[in-house]
């Protein structure tokens, strides 16, 4: 009986000793709870990008804007401070979307994903660039790839009236944003 409850004991030390030794700096969730999900995607493996772009509207295609559904001209315009293109399924107003896609080099990718207050929806990579998006309410997504050390690229879409446009605007927008990764010159 001596010897059963010092082996428990000796077990017992064993375990609060190894939770407070210096180990991996890993927290395991209280039973029950799920380990909160990380922000940060793996590392990008494909070479940096270009952030400045003469033509906005050149990094998407015509042949791919249109097989993701766009079909309106694409227009080079400003939003919140950054050049992009928007691309658009439908007129303002009617059951469709409108997507902005810019690329811009004010500062890194993990820096502007570190400065959101949610966790993202999906994470991934897109042929070598780690990508994040991001609801925005119910009404659409803004979905960023890490192209280049002090830069990345979004494409933030939207609804174009209170009516559902039949797509995964988040899946609209990864698509959006494959492209244009794919037709950004190497920097």
């Known amino acids: ?48 990008k270009a952030v400045e772009i003469a033509d906005k509207c050149s990094i998407v295609t015509e042949s791919q804007w249109k097989a993701i559904g766009a079909d309106q001209q694409p227009a080079e315009e400003t939003s919140n401070g950054k050049a992009g293109c928007t691309y ?23 820096e502007e994903i570190g400065q959101k207050s949610q966790e993202p929806v999906k994470t991934g990579d897109l042929a070598g660039y780690p990508m994040s998006a991001f609801k925005n309410s119910d009404d659409g997504c803004i979905v960023y790839a890490d192209v280049a050390d002090n830069g990345y690229l ?15 605007l988040c899946q609209v927008a990864e698509q959006l944003t494959e492209a244009a990764v794919q037709n950004l010159p190497n920097a």
Not at 8 to 19: H, N, R
Not at 93 to 102: D, S
Not at 155 to 167: W, Y
Request: net charge positive; hydrophobic share 35%; charged share 15%.
């Open 1 to 48: 009986m001596k010897r059963k409850a010092l082996v428990v004991g000796s077990v017992l030390v064993s375990t609060v000793l190894a939770g407070c030794g210096g180990g991996s700096g890993e927290q395991t969730p209280p039973a029950g709870q799920t380990p909160p999900a990380t922000t940060q995607a793996s590392a990008r493996t494909g070479p940096a």
């Open 88 to 110: 658009q399924m439908g007129q303002a107003g009617t059951k469709g979307w409108g997507a902005f896609v810019a690329v811009t080099g004010e500062h890194p990718y993990a």
């Open 154 to 168: 979004t494409a933030n879409i939207t609804k174009l009236s209170p009516e559902d446009p039949g797509v995964d």
